[in-house]
């Protein structure tokens, strides 16, 4: 069965823009969760979404924000991006909320300069 | 302090040797997670635990539940294994149930 899809695998944006970064998830999963991955942080929990709701969120601040559509593909955006944003961004599928563990994207590289 | 310690950083060896990867973490956790990432960035999750000891293939993990401790063995090591090796644990107290990683191990085999 096809894996977890992560587009766009690369984006370069401007200070000030926003970004839009999608995840759709193994069929029949419900559960995206998504991480930021810089060189000096590691990786770092952003949201998890089921069914369409926002179960947990990590420390970020406002600028970042998700959603899950009822297909359970998921979104997250980041606003008025900076140059700290850059990073990988990454996104998990499970089918019961990380219960019976994860499947990972190849991720989305954000660039901002 | 992290919440998630791995030891060593980094580490080398040369084809065939044992090689141990060790995690301790100081939440309670319903299960703990080994991933492996290779450079390009991609993910995979090798392990899930939350007691005693899976195995599959050359790759052994083991949890000690109240030492809060948990090891990643590999047999024989090839330098495919070459990766970053990421311990990861579900935290169900006061991070509701996110997951938080260590820093990760870069693990290089040598011919």
């Known amino acids: 069965k096809a894996g977890v899809t992560q587009t766009p695998r690369y984006l370069i944006k401007t200070r000030g823009q926003q970004v839009t970064l999608s995840c759709s998830p193994i069929s029949g999963h419900r559960s995206v969760s998504w991480y930021q991955q810089t060189p000096g942080q590691g990786l770092q929990f952003l949201f998890e979404?089921?069914?369409?709701?926002?179960?947990n969120k990590g420390n970020f601040p406002g600028r970042f924000s998700g959603r899950q559509f009822s297909n359970s593909r998921s979104e997250m955006n980041v606003s008025t991006l900076e140059l700290g944003d850059s990073a990988l961004y990454l996104c998990?599928?499970?089918?019961?909320?990380?219960?019976?563990?994860?499947?990972f994207g190849s991720g989305t590289r954000l660039t901002v300069v | 302090k992290n919440e998630v310690e791995q030891s060593p950083q980094n580490l080398t060896a040369q084809e065939g040797e044992f090689i141990t990867i060790n995690c301790s973490y100081s939440?309670?956790?319903?299960?703990l997670h080994w991933l492996q990432q290779h450079p390009g960035g991609g993910i995979v999750s090798l392990f899930m635990?939350?007691?005693g000891k899976k195995k599959h293939g050359r790759l052994i993990a083991t949890i000690n539940i109240q030492e809060k401790h948990s090891s990643l063995h590999i047999t024989a090591s090839h330098p495919r294994d070459s990766a970053v090796y990421i311990c990861a644990v579900r935290d169900y107290g006061g991070s509701q149930g996110n997951l938080i990683f260590g820093k990760g191990t870069k693990l290089s085999v040598k011919p």
């Open positions: 635990l939350s007691s």
């Open positions: 979404y089921f069914s369409e709701t926002q179960r």
């Open positions: 939440v309670g956790i319903s299960a």
């Open positions: 998990a599928s499970s089918s019961s909320g990380g219960v019976y563990g994860y499947t």
